[in-house]
């Protein structure tokens, strides 16, 4: 064993060499993923990834020598991802529960924590039960198929994240997609409905390439005037929403019209990773019993449960984060829009600046991180031809020099690019 290892290192075959497969198949493999590789930088849509050397913050250390960026670009809205008593919560449930379960749920794999941040979920969203999964993606992949059958039929708003997507792809429901938050075609579409035994409209509650909010009231009022159970999805909602944080449902009086949340414990409520399900006690039950990525994907690791029990226990005994984070929010879009920009959306943190052209919206964000300051910029697919913007997201750690340092810096751009007079 230990001469082939050496013969191994000899031949550059050693830990740490990349080995790849020979033969006509993998070459062929090779050709075609580097042409579509290539049609990809072709297209312009190609996706390139800046690495951090720090935490996750306000502030940000980035590979290669950029120290002290500010960072508008993270779904990190209330600060927790870096809070103190967040971080030692991790710690401790790694020290007491271990590193992971190595176990799906129903195997080996619920401890106490899990039981109870399921409970403080349910708690926190007042409904009667909740499940855990690896992630919100996860959480959308897993519900549809097991709940609706060839018999029902699902309505799904068209601009829905992809997993709500991809999640109803996977189920045999009768699938209806209506106009974005266009009430009109939500009611032709419940109409034609009417003839399946259970009809479930899908939305998210705040989208996050717009920051526009789902009309929640209208949505609910349709679904009792045709019989239908209402979904939500409060990635970009979920901690801040609402005067207690609770969601779009709190913001918009409907607690008790939505039927089932699906959230995640990787945007506000920590950020490290997960997602969950809410709703009543027998869809839990069965979600346990059918729901695939619960029943065939590893259980949260305990640091990541102890982060998310922090942050839910935090916001349970105060709203005073999320008050500091909607007061910046509104500072951000008020002084933009007196400079002259059109931000998209009304009240939530999730602030698009609109610019219309790709290019200008690419050049406009490489020269904000010129001046330390970490924006994206997101055209045509992300977004529509023609919208393309900068998203800019704001998170309670900012401070109000922050946000004003962010306002100048995107006065001033803007100008020397001719997207402000
Ligand atoms: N739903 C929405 C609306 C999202 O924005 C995201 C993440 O980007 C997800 C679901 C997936 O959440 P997670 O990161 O927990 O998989």
């Known amino acids: 064993m230990w001469r082939g290892a050496a013969v191994r290192v000899l031949r550059g075959g050693g830990a740490g060499t990349p080995r790849s497969a020979s033969g006509a198949a ?33 502030h940000l250390r980035l590979a290669g020598g950029g120290a002290g960026i500010l960072n508008f670009c993270a779904n990190n809205y209330l600060g927790l991802s870096s809070h103190p008593e967040v971080i030692r919560a991790a710690v401790e449930a790694l020290e007491k529960f271990g590193a992971g379960l190595s176990s799906v749920r129903f195997i080996c794999g619920t401890q106490s924590i899990h039981k109870d941040l399921e409970e403080k979920i349910s708690r926190f969203h007042q409904r009667e039960d909740a499940i855990l999964y690896p992630s919100c993606f996860d959480a959308n992949a897993g519900i549809f198929e097991a709940l609706l059958t060839p018999e029902d039929a699902v309505l799904s708003d068209e601009l829905n994240h992809a997993s709500i997507i991809d999640g109803i792809r996977l189920c045999k429901a009768n699938k209806y997609r209506y106009k974005h938050m266009d009430m009109q075609d939500l009611e032709a579409k419940l109409q034609d409905a009417q003839k399946h035994r259970l009809r479930l409209v899908a939305t998210d509650g705040a989208f996050s390439m717009d920051g526009d909010i789902a009309p929640l009231r209208e949505i609910c009022q349709l679904a009792q005037k045709y019989d239908a159970l209402v979904f939500i999805d409060e990635c970009h909602a979920t901690g801040f929403l609402g005067p207690n944080g609770r969601g779009t449902d709190e913001l918009l009086g409907v607690m008790d019209k939505v039927t089932i949340i699906n959230s995640t414990l990787g945007k506000a409520l920590g950020g490290a990773a997960g997602g969950y399900t809410t709703g009543p006690k027998p869809l839990i039950d069965l979600l346990r019993q059918r729901s695939r990525p619960y029943l065939f994907s590893n259980s949260l690791p305990p640091a990541v449960v102890g982060c998310a029990s922090k942050a839910l226990d935090l916001l349970m005994e105060s709203n005073a984060i999320a008050q500091s984070m909607a007061a910046k929010t509104q500072r951000f879009r008020s002084k933009m829009t007196a400079a002259g920009f059109t931000i998209s959306g009304k009240d939530h943190p999730i602030c698009p600046v609109m610019l219309g052209d790709a290019r200008l919206a690419a050049v406009m964000a490489e020269d904000m991180l010129n001046r330390g300051i970490y924006v994206i910029g997101f055209s045509y697919p992300v977004v529509p031809k023609g919208k393309a913007r900068i998203r800019v997201q704001i998170s309670a750690v900012h401070s109000n020099e922050d946000i004003d340092h962010c306002v100048e810096a995107f006065t001033e751009v803007g100008r020397k690019h001719g997207a402000l007079p």
């Open 26 to 58: 993998s070459a062929q493999l090779r050709r075609l993923l580097e042409n579509e590789l290539e049609d990809i930088r072709g297209a312009g849509t190609w996706k390139s990834e800046r690495i951090i050397t720090s935490r996750q913050g306000p």
